[in-house]
Structures are given as structure tokens and as C-alpha cells.
């Protein structure tokens, strides 16, 4: 059987505005993880930098729960077993009268399953820092927060963009696990066209043209920032960080 190609399809309505709001929602949701992922997961390699045993203990245990139970499963957990664990009242809220639930879930577990990850980079960026800066902003008199703030942070940045930039290109790409939570993002909204007019290739080529330009998006953004944070005559590119 020879297939019927149908490019036209793709600008009918109602699939284009179904493409349309799939990749608003797509957006809507990594963009929040992102926000959930920098600000937790900043905060976490930060206190696993520490000095403080058992802060780097439990800062520790969060980033390996996190990080090594499957995103998919954590959907599910956060969606169907979380509100179920939780008083009457409070989860019949979270599944109920919560607007748009699977989409706040979704941005929530997304946001929490990279934190862990950047946690990792933004404390190895600290450690690649040279031991000596942190003593030497100690002995000018400097506070801890303010040694962090003026000193370690700022470098631990430059050193982390490229890997930060791989992050938050694959938080792009995790968001259409949401799907399995019942959120209509890129790729479910894909599969509904493809469903409703049999035009798979033209539905999936459109949808992996979008992914590509998100995320050449993202590595020109990036690229601006690190060029725009980077010291004279010196690139972070050099530097690398260990897991």
C-alpha cells in the first residue's frame, strides 16, 4: 500500500491549533520545572558543599532519591499514590479541587527529578573552585553566606553552563512524559492528530521540527549567557567537572 502524503493537513483546523496548544503547554511545563529545578537544585548543591557532616548526609539522600527513581515512576507516585497518603481533606484537594492537577503534578515531579541533577553539578562547580579562595574570603572576614555569594557562586557558574545547558535541554525533552498523567503536551497532541487523520509521518516530522527549534533556542541562549559571564581571556569550556 502506497502512503497518501498530506502536508496540508498539518495547517487544518482544529490539528494546528491542537499542534498550537501542545507546545504552549510544553512550554508551560518545563519552563516551570526549570524555575523548581535551578531554585531547589541550587540550593541543594550549595548545602551539600558544606562543611557540615550530616548537611552533605542529608542533602546527599535527597539528590539520590531523586535522581535514581525513574521520572516516569515519580509521576505516578506524585499523582496517583502522594494524594492518596495524605489527610482526607488535603488529598481530595490535590486530585479535585486543584486546578488542572496532571499539570501541576507534572511540573512539580519534572522540577524535583532535575533538582536533583543540577544539585550534583552545582556542588562539583563549588568543589572545582580552588580550596584556597574560600579560605582566603574566610580570613578577609567574610561570612560564610557572603563568601558563597561574592566568591564561590560566581565561579561554580561559569564552570557548570555547559552541563546546566544539557539540563535544561533534557528538560524539555522529559516533559512529554507527562503524557502518561493525562496532560495534553507536543507529543500527546501529536499522537491525536496522527489518530484522527492517519497522517502520522506529517504529525511526528512537525512535532520533532518543533523540539528541534526549542532546543536550538535554548543552546543560543545559553551560549549568550556564557559568553556574557565569561572573564577575559578565559572560557568555561576549559573547565570540566567530575561526577
Known sequence: ???????GV?????YLEWLGWGLALTLAISLGALVIALSIGTAIGIL??????V???????YISVFRNIPLLLQMFLWFFVVP???PEGAGRWLKRDLPYPEIVTAIIALGLFTSSRIAVQVSAGI????????????????SRLQAYRLILMPQALRIIIPPLTSEILTIFKNSSVALTIGVYELTTQ?????????QGFEAFTAATILYVAIAMTVTMVMRAVERGV????TTSGGLHVRF
Open 230 to 233: 565569561a572573564l577575559p581571556g
Open 10 to 14: 498539518l495547517v487544518q483546523d482544529p
Open 84 to 86: 492518596e497518603l495524605l
Open 127 to 142: 568543589d572545582a573552585v580552588p580550596r584556597g579562595q574560600r579560605m582566603a574570603a574566610r580570613a578577609a572576614g567574610l
Open 190 to 198: 501529536t499522537q491525536q492528530v496522527q489518530s484522527v487523520t492517519y
Open 55 to 61: 548537611l552533605r548526609a542529608v542533602m546527599g539522600a
Open 48 to 53: 551539600r558543599s558544606s562543611d557540615h557532616a
Open 1 to 7: 500500500m502506497t502512503y497518501s502524503w498530506n502536508w
